[in-house]
């Protein structure tokens, strides 16, 4: 097999870290996302819940576990929101099985990569929530590409801050 195989890459650069890393820093993430907006609205502008799916689903590069983690985040932040449940669930569910899937197969160390997959997965995240929203529940929502598009940036520069530093988190064998 070649060296640069996917399934060569994923058996060795898949990344572990210690069991409380899992629980608390999705935790951390959540209580941030409910909290910051009702203390200064800017922070509405992030999703922390999403940059953190990202970041465990392209450390990984399992599409299971990305899509679960995924899934699991996503339920829990409907939960805290006034939002209807399971549509940040499947959203989230969709972007951890893309960026684990991605994950496999390029080089997502490179911190450039990193912000224009965040960016991409974000915008899509956005566009499976109008979706389900318009089309599958049948709701009327406010949609600006513009303001998705600069969410879309604010949790970019948001995971090339935070990547690093759960970077940290790594467990050393």
């Known amino acids: 097999m070649s060296v640069l195989g996917a399934s060569f890459r994923r058996d060795i650069e898949i990344r572990r870290y210690p069991f409380l890393a899992y629980l608390l820093v999705p935790l951390a993430a959540l209580v941030l996302q409910a909290w910051l907006p009702r203390v200064a609205g800017r922070f509405a502008w992030f999703d922390l819940p999403l940059v953190i799916t990202v970041y465990f689903a392209l450390s990984h590069r399992n599409p299971i576990q990305g899509t679960v983690m995924g899934a699991i985040i996503g339920l829990f932040e409907d939960a805290l929101s006034h939002r209807a449940i399971g549509v940040n669930g499947i959203a989230k569910s969709i972007v951890g099985f893309l960026a684990a899937s991605m994950g496999v197969r390029i080089d997502v160390e490179n911190h450039l990569i990193r912000l224009i997959l965040t960016f991409l997965l ?52």
Do not use: H, K, M
């Open 122 to 173: 974000s915008l899509l995240s956005s566009a499976v929530c109008i979706f389900i929203y318009r089309v599958l529940l049948g709701l009327e929502y406010q949609w600006q590409w513009f303001t998705e598009t600069l969410i879309a940036l604010g949790n970019s520069l948001t995971a090339v801050i935070f990547f690093p530093l759960l970077d940290r988190l790594q467990a050393r064998e």
